[in-house]
């Protein structure tokens, strides 16, 4: 199934109402990862597969858009704790470029902002 997302956006792949898509990013050697929609316990097993996926099929830094995330669990974080390991294992990073206020303020309340930077 695949989502339209408007305003430059790619056409993103869902599951349980999640939108991931991912794009060359602007400098090389990295890729835009952008989230839409809700990651909750139901669907942050996709996530963690795309965002794997996009890790190491590129071979890049992944550059991760959470803008237009309107919730975020602890599963949703310990997705994005848990990519940034594999990454950080491989010499690479996992930076979010962008969040809602509701990604800003789970970051805010674990203290695991500056983990992303």
């Known amino acids: 199934m695949s989502g339209t997302v408007q305003d430059e956006r790619p056409d993103l792949p869902v599951t349980a109402g999640l939108e991931v898509g991912v794009t060359p990013g602007p400098l090389p050697g990295t890729v835009r990862v952008v989230v839409s929609s809700e ?63 509701r990604v800003e303020r789970l970051l805010n309340l674990t203290a695991t902002r500056s983990l992303f930077t």
């Open 39 to 101: 990651i909750d316990f139901d669907n942050a097993t996709f996530l963690n597969e795309a965002l794997l996926a996009a890790f190491f099929s590129h071979r890049a830094t992944l550059l991760v858009d959470l803008e237009r995330v309107t919730f975020c669990d602890c599963a949703g974080l310990n997705t994005l704790l848990t990519a940034r390991h594999a990454a950080l294992q491989s010499g690479r990073s996992l930076h979010i470029t962008a969040e809602g206020r």
